[in-house]
DNA sequence: GGACCTTGGGCACCTATTCC
DNA sequence: GGAATAGGTGCCCAAGGTCC
């Protein structure tokens, strides 16, 4: 039987709801609903079929499904996944549609599915994180506008993703930079300076850091410290190790600057960010979604 | 009460930027 | 791609808060 959980849902001028699965199953059937949908892709692999496109989900895919189109995920290998999923109304989006015409244009743009780099997977799980917390206190003050606030920043980056058809270059990669990067992703746990690295690739550091901003978008520390955030988070969601030996794994040799770096990606604490998701695992693994009961496979 | 966590201030060093 | 430098970042220390 698979194990379905809840984040919320919510009754008033749109609707969402929140569902994270940790267990196979699919939709055989195509189905089709009045609202918009986005996927995200935690872990694991899935195959998604929207109209007649398929597209290969893997950790990190945010899919958008616009709403009356037909659609169906299926197993890949291996079959266990995590994701988690919004859905909302029309009447949510007029009002801010009106004022920002982008907003729908994940949904109707030319690639329904983005492929995230580590940065952005961050940045969206901490939205989609907060969207859970903030439907999970139901007497909380102004959680409905909180939740659209989220959303918004959710589609408007989506958005800015979007090929906007201006036939803007794409920058080829230096070989270098992905060498260096690579590098990064590999040994973000050790201490590590530009000047060793770029000692390491004959480079000068001003040259290196030039590089990096050029093809990453961000700047050296930056980049590292997105990296270490995101392995300390993945470590406060599923170990009980202490802060201090978090740092410690992830590279920071202070907790206080760990703190302060946490603070500043996330903007929560790590302990908060510990509870936030404690909260997520018992409102998902509690409640059964009324979508998923109403669409029954 | 003790262990752990958070926050703030100060200083040294590193990095981003500019100019060449 | 290198040199210079202003500003930012990282680290250390200390104090207060929170939780068990």
Redesign the pocket.
Known sequence: MNTIGEGARVKGDFEVSISKIVTPFSFLKSHTHDYYEIYYLMSGRRRLYIGNQCYSLKKGSLAFIPKNVPHKTMTASPPEHERLVIYFHDAYIDSAVKEQPDLLLPFSGQKPVLELNQQEQAFVENLLLQMINEYSDKDRRGRALYFKSLLTQLLLFAGRKQPDGSGEEIKPVNP?IREIVQHCNDHFRE????????GQF????????????KYTG????????TLRIRESQRLLRETG??????AEQV??????????????ITG???????KMAQNMEHVTLKHKPEFLEKHRF
Do not use: D
């Not at 961000?218 to 410290?225: A, C, D, R, T």
């Not at 590279?251 to 500043?264: Q, R, S």
């Not at 929560?268 to 510990?274: E, G």
């Open positions: 270098s201490p590590m300076t530009l000047g060793q690295i770029a004959f480079l000068s550091p001003s040259y290196v850091s030039r590089l990096l901003k961000h700047s050296f520390p930056e980049y590292l410290n190790l202490k802060m201090i030996e978090i590279g920071y040799l202070n907790i206080t600057h760990f703190n302060k770096n946490f603070k500043l929560m604490s790590p302990l908060q960010y510990k």
